[in-house]
């Protein structure tokens, strides 16, 4: 059973910063992708960022020079630093991830952690 779990989520003023982790656990043989999506109420999931196992890395145009996402393959874990955030940024973040286990690769998400910013 394969496991992602969030944390670092938080209250944060406008213009302050915040630290996302996600943590895979399980009987993992490889992680690929991994990546951090956002809900905010009465809008669609939408991507943050995602990095390959290279480090490749994908950014949506409303973050991208603000937020940097990183990960650690040892650990098998993945972050997003915020900077400079907005009230826009509030929303639910995901942890995303494609895995590998034995024999099968599936895609994963994690429960959530709550950014907000205030104004």
């Known amino acids: 059973q394969v496991q992602l779990v969030e944390s670092g989520g938080g209250l944060v003023q406008a213009g302050g910063s915040l630290r996302l982790s996600c943590a895979a656990s399980g009987s993992i043989l490889s992680i690929y992708v991994m990546g951090w999506y956002r809900q905010a109420p009465g809008n669609q999931r939408e991507l943050v960022a995602t990095i390959t196992s290279g480090s490749t890395t994908v950014y949506a145009d409303s973050v991208r020079g603000r937020f940097t996402i990183s990960r650690d393959n040892a650990k098998k874990m993945v972050y997003l630093q915020m900077n400079s955030l907005k009230p826009e940024d509030t929303a639910l973040y995901y942890c995303?991830?494609?895995?590998?286990?034995?024999?099968?690769?599936?895609?994963?998400w994690g429960q959530g952690t709550q950014v907000t910013v205030s104004s």
């Open positions: 995303n991830a494609d895995i590998s286990t034995w024999g099968r690769r599936n895609n994963y």
